[in-house]
């Protein structure tokens, strides 16, 4: 291929293969199984939501099972709390993260330590220090707390427990860490105990963080714009976007033309353009709508023609695709979003809603989608109901 700086045309199914194959959506087990495949994947998408919801299994889990067919919960807590190849920190929201990036999520740490969060500005000092007095005893949920009086909450997600509060300020300034999970429960233990380290490692400057967050979407995207490196962290884009005007003078990425795009910037490694081949046509995907193919909407709606909503929150009467609808990708399509909920008390998987999008809405192709559809359902609902 030409180096260029000039942007190179380029379509939307082209894109599509570019950012499934970025993903490892077009091919089967990519990442292999048991724990060091939940630690590639985690290291290879850059982050991996989680998300409190159960209506059908966490977004986390969910993430983790579409690209490890063989998943089990405990690989997950086998990474987190006995290898400790992956932590749990904020990127775009709580996610995990590679334990080896935990050098660029420092600063943000101390600049938490040092000015407190405006989630928390209600901490008491007498309730850091009762936390941190207990959590230097032994790790810790909030159940092992006992005698909290609850207050009222300052806005909806957070905790009406003092100590809950004191814990997740002292999370986000890195003096702790979730060093395990039951369910959504969180044991909580000193940051350096749970690593073995005896200090904390040195942070990451501003320049490596700018590089690392190009680096990551790069891997994970295949083909960027501004938006999507920069997902809901607008501040890191005047030096990520200096950082890209580098590159493309260096010929180490491409400027790119994306049908349908307008006025919004792409660009690609050379290599990643040439490397768009045919993923495997047959794969069947369910996918969570925190997934990183569908969590940036914008993107998703230009890649695929798919505008996916997000309708927990949206009263009954005006919901198109449901509660809680999980986009279906074919191949390189989004052909479908099934509305479905987990009957755990009878074992079932409920099919609140199906609803034909994209190519799913030709009549001539509905047959052989829906029969492939039902097979992955079935899949997705021995997964659902087993431990």
């Known amino acids: 291929m030409p180096r260029t700086s000039e942007p190179i045309p380029l379509s939307k199914a082209d894109a599509r293969r570019i950012w499934l194959h970025a ?19 985690v290291d290879h998408l850059g982050y991996v939501q989680i998300d409190t919801i159960n209506v059908i299994e966490r977004c986390h889990h969910h993430i983790l099972f579409t690209r490890i067919p063989s998943y089990r919960r405990a690989d997950l807590r086998q990474a987190q709390s006995a290898d400790k190849s992956v932590f749990e920190y904020w990127t775009h929201a709580l996610s ?17 330590k040092r000015e407190g969060h405006k989630w928390f500005s209600s901490v ?68 350096t105990r749970h690593f073995g380290w005896d200090r904390l490692p040195k942070p990451a400057s501003a320049t490596e963080i700018t590089i690392y967050l190009l680096d990551r979407a790069l891997r994970a995207q295949g083909l960027v714009s501004l938006d999507s490196i920069c997902h809901l962290d607008a501040p890191s884009k005047k030096p990520v976007r200096r950082l890209i005007d ?8 491409v400027p790119v033309a994306l049908e349908g795009a307008g006025k919004q910037e792409h660009w690609a490694r050379p290599e990643a353009l040439e490397g768009a081949g045919e993923g495997d ?7 969570s709508p925190f997934d990183p193919l569908i969590i940036q ?32 990708l074919v191949g390189d399509d989004i052909v479908a979003a099934l509305d479905l909920k987990t009957d755990r008390q009878n074992g079932k998987l409920l099919m609140q809603k199906w609803t034909w999008v994209g190519t799913g ?21 021995r997964f659902q109901l087993t431990e």
């Open 361 to 381: 809405k030709k009549p001539a192709a509905r047959k052989d989608l829906k029969r492939r559809i039902e097979d992955e359902l079935h899949r997705f609902e």
């Open 124 to 191: 008491k000092p007498a309730d850091t220090r009762k936390v941190m007095r207990l959590v230097r005893a032994g790790a810790l949920t909030i159940r092992d707390i006992e005698d909290d009086v609850l207050t009222e909450k300052e806005h909806l997600w957070q905790s009406r427990k003092p100590s809950k509060r004191a814990l997740q300020l002292a999370f986000y300034g890195g003096v702790v860490t979730i060093s395990e999970r039951n369910g959504m429960l969180k044991t909580y233990e000193l940051m």
């Open 297 to 328: 909407r914008k993107r998703t709606e230009l890649f695929f023609g798919y505008g996916h909503r997000f309708e927990a929150y949206v009263p009954k009467a005006k919901r198109v695709f449901g509660y809680f609808a999980l986009p279906v």
């Open 96 to 112: 995990y993260v590679p334990a080896k990036d935990f050098s660029y999520f420092l600063p943000a740490m101390k600049a938490h």
């Open 23 to 41: 993903q490892r959506l077009d091919t089967s087990a990519p990442f292999g199984e048991g724990a060091s495949a939940v630690a590639a994947a």
């Open 246 to 253: 580098a590159r493309v003078r260096r010929n180490e990425l």
């Open 281 to 287: 046509a047959g794969l069947v995907h369910i996918l």
